[in-house]
């Protein structure tokens, strides 16, 4: 990616539009790299997409309001930051990314949770949408989309239409891996959508898989190949 440059642990392209955030921190690399490994089989990949979707919503998160509150310790009365501002809401593409709501609501059990269905045609590779259910009040909350791969785009965009149509004003896009073209494909339609990601891979290979990648991700999580 251009104009990426490093900080402590992620790289930012500049500017307030069509933000990229790679979290580079070892860790995360790490679980990743886990994850690629064809010999990973589902129990330990889905253990590892969760683990990874706390790190990337630890960087997501980062902006979040907090405010004040007065409470006292077991030592002395104090004033404590604690969340404040716009409610929440995780929204996870089907399948893959039930994987990742689960994990996390573990770190924001207020937030609602949404789902879209989509699954992308083997053939076109356009996104087919089966199913929708979101939060009525998703135009008062700050929504975080969970798909573990952003490959042609197509799905996050559908996607990003879908929220939008219902009245989502703020939306950030967490996955695990993304490549160039699907970057470059959510933002030439929602240039307002942060994208947060372990890792931009090379390209897409002929059949849109990303190269090197880690293979289908909803199969690997559900063993259905
Ligand atoms: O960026 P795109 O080219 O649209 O591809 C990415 C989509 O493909 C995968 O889902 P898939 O269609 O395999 O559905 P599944 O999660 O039910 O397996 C993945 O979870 C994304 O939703
Ligand atoms: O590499 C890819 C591309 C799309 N969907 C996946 O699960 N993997
Ligand atoms: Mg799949």
Do not use: C, W
């Not at 990229?20 to 886990?34: A, E, G, I, N």
């Not at 330990?44 to 990874?52: I, M, S, T, W, Y």
């Not at 979040?64 to 009365?77: G, H």
């Not at 089966?130 to 135009?139: E, G, M, S, V």
Request: charged residues 20%.
């Amino acid at each position: 990616m251009s104009g990426l440059h490093a900080q402590d642990t992620t790289s930012q392209s500049s500017g307030p539009q069509h933000l990229v955030t790679v979290v580079s921190h070892p860790l995360v690399q790490h679980k990743l790299s886990l994850m690629r490994d064809i010999h990973t089989g589902p129990k330990e990949f889905r253990e590892l997409a969760a683990e990874v979707t706390l790190l990337l919503a630890y960087e997501a998160m980062r902006d979040l309001e907090t405010e004040a509150v007065t409470l006292e310790t077991p030592i002395q009365k104090g004033e404590f930051p604690m969340l404040a501002g716009k409610k929440l809401a995780v929204v996870a593409i089907l399948r893959a990314g039930l994987i990742m709501s689960d994990s996390i609501l573990r770190l924001v059990p207020a937030a609602r949770v949404g789902h879209i269905g989509l699954y992308r045609d083997p053939e076109t590779l356009r996104p087919v949408a089966y199913y929708n259910k979101l939060p009525q009040d998703i135009a008062e909350r700050r929504v975080f989309l969970l798909d573990p791969m952003l490959a042609t785009g197509g799905s996050a965009v559908a996607a990003i239409d879908t929220l939008k149509a219902a009245g989502a004003l703020s939306v950030k896009l967490l996955s695990v891996l993304a490549v160039p073209e699907g970057i470059a494909r959510v933002h030439a339609s929602h240039p307002d959508v942060e994208i947060v990601t372990a890792a931009v891979d090379e390209r897409l290979n002929d059949h849109g898989y990303i190269v090197p990648g880690l293979g289908d991700a909803g199969d690997r999580i559900y063993g259905t190949k």
